[in-house]
């Protein structure tokens, strides 16, 4: 996966020299807005945030409402992933104002399940499904079956942290046999995770054990470091629940190490603080 990157971050800086010798705005500002995609996900977030800035300021000059839209929503992303919820929050709201402005029904989705993902990251679970379920009418009315996925799964997240757990579980059955028949290994394996999750709490240790791996294999093969940290905490929490310290130990250690390094201190304090009041029970 790093080196797709690192390939996508030479292409688009070979047409930004081009577009900026020809002179077409439109162009660069599209390059440089890749070449802030291409930091995101590497968790270069300072450069993301830098690029998507230079990007945005372009879409304003020549009137591009479209671009302007993406680039505020593409800061929106870099603030969401460095836990920044209030401005994420923001920014997600105002590229949603422009999208309803110039007739973008999927951007419009988009935005409003961000805002439900922002939602859901500060605890307000009402207004994250609410969210989800305006977004969902949306992307099936446009025929958009990944935004279908990805709300039917954050339902099922909701219902999750809600206890509501035979439903989290259903919907997890709903979303993953659209990523299957799309392709798309993410949200299978944010899935599989839920799964898992669910398992776990209702006490079903070996299923729930056997989904953490099917999941934490797919993040690592397309190369997703959040996730598989994510897993690697699931795998924590149930060996702690089922009497095992030294694999608690070893998968939160794990999980920290990754959130470093992919720029969440704040998600690895938390695993940190986990593992300090597990083995101090």
Do not use: W
Request: aromatic letters at 6%; charged letters at 25%; glycine letters at 12%.
């Amino acid at each position: 996966m790093e080196a797709h990157y690192l390939e996508a971050g030479r292409l688009h800086e070979e047409a930004l020299a081009i577009y900026r010798q020809i002179g077409d705005r439109l162009g660069e500002a599209n390059c440089v807005q890749g070449l802030g995609e291409v930091a995101r996900m590497e968790a270069h977030y300072l450069e993301a945030g830098r690029l998507h800035e230079e990007a945005l300021g372009i879409y304003r000059q020549i009137g591009d409402r479209l671009g302007e839209a993406n680039g505020v929503r593409s800061l929106g992303h870099v603030a969401k992933m460095q836990a920044r919820y209030p401005e994420a929050g923001r920014l997600y709201e105002e590229a949603l104002g422009v999208y309803r402005q110039t007739g973008a029904r999927l951007g419009e989705a988009d935005c409003i399940q961000f805002l439900a993902d922002v939602a859901q990251m500060q605890a307000r679970y009402p207004e994250a499904g609410r969210l989800h379920k305006e977004a969902l009418a949306i992307y099936r009315q446009i025929g958009d079956r990944l935004g279908e996925a990805n709300c039917l799964q954050g339902l099922g997240d909701v219902a999750r942290m809600e206890a509501h757990y035979p439903e989290a579980g259903r919907l997890y059955e709903e979303a993953l046999p659209i990523y299957r028949q799309i392709g798309d290994r993410l949200g299978e394996a944010n899935c599989v995770q839920g799964q898992g999750d669910v398992a776990r709490m209702q006490d079903r240790y070996s299923e729930a054990g056997l989904l953490y791996e099917e999941a934490l294999a797919i993040y690592r093969q397309i190369g997703d470091r959040l996730g598989e940290a994510g897993t690697l905490r699931s795998q924590g929490r149930l060996a702690h629940q089922t009497g095992n310290p030294d694999l608690m130990r070893v998968a939160l250690e794990e999980a920290a190490r990754i959130y470093i390094a992919i720029q969440r201190p704040d998600l690895a304090e938390a695993v940190r603080a986990e593992l300090i009041d597990n083995i101090q029970e």
